[in-house]
Nanobody, 114 residues
Framework: QVQLVESGGGLVQPGGSLRLSCAVS????????MGWYRQPPGKERESVAT???????NYADSVKGRFTISRDNAKNTVFLQMNRLKPEDTAVYYC????????WGKGTLVTVSS
């Protein structure tokens, strides 16, 4: 059974940083494309960043230069380093695994507020 467990969310002031983690089990992590998505309050879920099998990355325009996605295949974990956070980054952040099928974690809440 494939499982994704996000962690690292919380309350942070504008301009601060957080690092999200997503631990994966039940599948061959190194053969999966991983992504971070978010759903702001009252809005639809949107893509934040993805990382491919060769660690090629893509970012939403709204987070380019502030967020960094990375993966550690030895630890079956994908990370999202978020710097210079803004109030509009407030959302539930979800991890997604794609290997021909798609699997989602349950999400972790990030709140950016003073």
């Amino acid at each position: 059974q494939v499982q994704l467990v996000e962690s690292g969310g919380g309350l942070v002031q504008p301009g601060g940083s957080l690092r999200l983690s997503c631990a994966v089990s039940g599948t061959i992590f190194s053969r999966a494309v991983m992504g971070w998505y978010r759903q702001p309050p009252g809005k639809e879920r949107e893509s934040v960043a993805t990382i491919g099998l060769g660690s090629d990355t893509n970012y939403a325009d709204s987070v380019k230069g502030r967020f960094t996605i990375s993966r550690d295949n030895a630890k079956n974990t994908v990370f999202l380093q978020m710097n210079r956070l803004k109030p509009e980054d407030t959302a539930v952040y979800y991890c997604r695994l794609s290997n021909g099928m798609r699997y989602w974690g349950k999400g972790t809440l990030v709140t950016v507020s003073s």
